[in-house]
């Protein structure tokens, strides 16, 4: 009796994985979850209050200053990526001019965002897997 029970149990499951298999195409999602936080379009800008703390041995130094950070332009690049040129300003406080830090290049890809900083690339994200 457990021997037949075991076979129908068998043929049930057989059944049940060949009929829930379907050919439909499932298109993947227009971003990535996690994407929409590196956000890269011209013109777009973010600014900040900055507290830098720098731990040494004995002790840590702390300076505070704004930065401004704004999109300019976008080009590809040798991997067919578009690539885009972020321009920083910095400043000790609200009352004086910016100044221009270095220029800095960001890119997005389908799994990390990466920012160019003097020609050494940063990946600042990894966005999570996702099984389809």
Known sequence: MRFAI???FLVI?????????SEDTIQPPESLPGSNYFKLEKGFYKTYDVELIIFMLVESDTSKFQLWEV?????INSENEATHVLYRF???????????DPVW????????????????????????????
């Open 90 to 100: 910095v400043r000790p406080d609200d009352l004086s001019e910016w100044e221009l």
């Open 6 to 8: 075991e076979k129908i």
């Open 105 to 132: 290049t960001d890119r997005k890809s389908r799994t990390t965002a990466v920012v160019v900083k003097n020609n050494v690339p940063i990946i600042k994200r990894a966005f999570p897997v996702l099984l389809i």
């Open 13 to 21: 499951t057989a059944i049940y994985r060949m009929l829930s298999c």
């Open 71 to 75: 999109v300019v332009d976008s080009f």
